[in-house]
Every structure is written in structure tokens, then in C-alpha cells.
């Protein structure tokens, strides 16, 4: 793969989604890739399940009244790989732009909340599901696991993803920072909560920056009166699904790149100079000279979840359920067998070091 530029164009994207169309979100998704081209973005960050959309009505509806609009959810949820990740491969391929779109995942009955990465020539470069779902949301997703805990390699440098209050599990972060992220596309639902999540995403957003010594593009979602209004008709209510709101891009000095944007739809776009993070890195390399393996360091369970395991990779005479030991002395042909689904010793990987 060639070399990354030295100066990378990124765009954060603040839109509504479609809540009436089917395809109607994709359709926005895939013009606001030409708009972001149109002004030489070279990367273009959308929000947090942002296809269809998220799913608002799960914090101000009970459970009791959640059923239909779970059900529509589902209806137009993404199936990964299928017809939404292909429109939007092409256009990411057709504008030689890097994607990072959230979706609603749909893997057969049940929900996950993704985060699909596609490089400059349509690749889908990445796949992850948000480790755990918060809150409201656990009503609505499923749980993702730890092998979507990954940075890769694109046209635009090595990118790695989190969304929303990932950022608030520190491993989850030094997972990535660990494997060298430059550029970190963080990904929110905007139009939620009220003023304080946008000046709480604000710190996080910044601090992640200066702590993983990589550039942070931010992209929230935004919501019309007339969509707060169709969630609910409770004028109450409707007070939690405002504000919110902070698309940005970041340095890794903590600095912002353009002002951030805070209300209504639009985008901030901003050149990324690559050579900051060396200059930050220099003199404070979380994963480097300043990490301290031998006193603290991360074991990852990086193994896809399973609720099925074969029987011809557990070893003869034991069953599936059977712990395996995490002691590192154990015979090579132990170390290499395949681990059992149920398994509850994780796999050790230092990712500091």
C-alpha cells in the first residue's frame, strides 16, 4: 500500500436521517459523500447508526410501546454484506474517498450496532459491533465482541472506530491506541440529552486525541422539530431529543481543526497534518516510551463471539465447555488449537510494548 499524504482532507457529518423512506437514508448518505468530494475530502465520517437511523424512540418510549417501532427498525436494518454496503462501496470507490458509516446491523433475528469502515477503492475494510450497548439501547442491540477491536490500514492512514460511550471504556480505547491509530473516527447520535452530552463529548473527543497522540474526527446526527415531534408528541419529552449535538475534528495537540458544529445540518471539514502526530508522540507515546508494560499492560479477547463450537476442534476426551489454561508454558500443539465458544479464559494478547 503506498504512503498515507502528508495532509489529509477529512469531512465530519452532521445530517438527519430519512425516517419515512426506506432507502431514503442512503440516499443522503450517498449525496453527502459527493458534497464532502465536491470540497476534496479525502475521509468522511457519519454518525452513529446513522442507516436507517437511531433509534430515538428507545429513550423516551416504555418498553410496553417499543414493539412497532423495533419491529420498522428491523425492517430496515442493513444486512452486512448487501445491497446499502454496496451503493455506498461504490461511491466511496467512485469519489476514491474513505467511509466510516454507523448502521443498525441486522444478522438474522437479531440487531447490532456497526461500525463499517470502506477504504478509497470500495473495500470494506472494517466491520465492528459496539462492545456493549448503553443504557436504553440494550433493548434494541445486541452485544458486540472483541474482534471488531481493530485499526486498518487505508488510503488515508491507519483508522480505527468507536461509538459513543465506547470512548468511556478506557481498554477499549488503549486497544486501539495500541495498534497505532492515526486517524479516529468517533461516532454519536447527536439530538439526545440535551446540551450536557455535546460539552461531555467535547472532553472525551480531545482527550482521547492528546492521550492516543492521533487526529479525532466527530460526527453527530441532527433531528428537525418535525422528527423530534413524530418520535414523540410529548412536548416533555421532547426535551431530551435536543441538543447534543458536536461534530469536530481534533488534533492530536487537543486543538480544534475548524469550529465545531453544534445545531442543524452541515459539515466540518479540515486538513489533517499527518506530521503532528509524530510532534505529539515525541513527547508522550501512551503505547511507547511512556507505557509501562511490565507493571500494567491489556489482555484482549480478540475471537469473534460463537454460540456453536464443532466438536472436532475441542481435543479428544474433553467437552466444549471445558476451561482452557491460560498458563503460557502449555505444549505448542495446545496453543494452536482452536478455542472452544464457550470458553471463559481469555485469550492474553500485551498490547502495550
Request: hydrophobic share 40%; aromatic share 6%.
Amino acid at each position: 500500500m503506498a504512503s498515507p499524504p502528508r495532509i489529509v482532507r477529512a469531512a465530519a457529518i452532521q445530517i438527519a436521517p430519512d425516517f419515512d423512506r426506506p432507502d431514503g437514508t442512503l440516499e443522503r448518505v450517498c449525496s453527502a459523500i459527493d458534497e464532502a468530494a465536491a470540497k476534496g475530502a479525502q475521509l468522511a465520517v457519519f454518525p452513529e447508526t446513522f442507516v436507517p437511523y437511531y433509534p430515538y424512540f428507545s429513550f423516551v418510549l416504555p418498553p410496553v410501546l417499543q414493539g412497532a417501532p423495533h419491529l420498522r427498525l428491523a425492517e430496515r436494518a442493513v444486512v452486512v454484506p448487501g445491497p446499502v454496503t454496496q451503493a455506498v462501496a461504490e461511491r466511496a470507490r467512485a469519489r476514491h474517498m474513505v467511509v466510516v458509516l454507523g448502521v443498525n446491523e441486522r444478522d438474522h433475528g437479531s440487531l447490532y450496532n456497526t461500525q463499517l469502515v470502506f477504504d478509497a477503492d470500495g473495500t470494506l475494510a472494517l466491520k465492528r459491533r459496539k462492545i456493549t450497548p448503553t443504557y436504553h439501547e440494550r433493548m434494541v442491540w445486541g452485544m458486540g465482541d472483541g474482534a471488531g477491536l481493530k485499526v486498518v490500514d487505508t488510503a488515508v492512514g491507519r483508522v480505527g472506530a468507536l461509538a459513543c460511550w465506547e470512548h468511556y471504556n478506557p481498554l477499549a480505547r488503549y486497544a486501539l491506541m495500541a495498534q497505532h491509530e492515526e486517524i479516529h473516527c468517533a461516532q454519536f447520535p447527536g439530538s439526545l440529552v440535551g446540551p450536557i452530552f455535546a460539552e461531555q463529548m467535547e472532553v472525551t473527543i480531545r482527550h482521547h486525541a492528546l492521550e492516543s497522540g492521533c487526529f479525532v474526527v466527530n460526527a453527530t446526527g441532527w433531528l428537525s422539530d418535525e422528527q423530534i415531534r413524530s418520535v414523540t408528541p410529548d412536548a416533555q419529552l421532547q426535551k431530551a431529543l435536543r441538543g447534543g449535538c458536536h461534530t469536530a475534528i481534533v488534533s492530536p495537540e487537543g486543538k480544534h481543526l475548524a469550529p465545531p458544529l453544534t445545531e442543524g445540518e452541515g459539515m466540518v471539514v479540515a486538513d489533517l497534518d499527518m506530521a503532528l502526530i509524530a510532534k505529539r508522540k515525541r513527547m508522550m507515546d501512551s503505547v511507547g516510551h511512556y507505557a509501562r508494560p511490565e507493571l500494567l499492560s491489556l489482555a484482549i479477547n480478540d475471537r469473534p463471539a460463537q454460540t456453536t463450537v464443532p466438536m472436532h476442534l475441542t481435543q479428544p476426551h474433553t467437552s466444549p465447555l471445558t476451561p482452557r489454561s491460560t498458563d503460557h508454558d502449555h505444549h505448542d500443539n495446545d496453543a494452536t488449537r482452536e478455542p472452544a465458544a464457550d470458553d471463559r479464559a481469555p485469550v492474553l494478547r500485551v498490547a502495550a510494548g
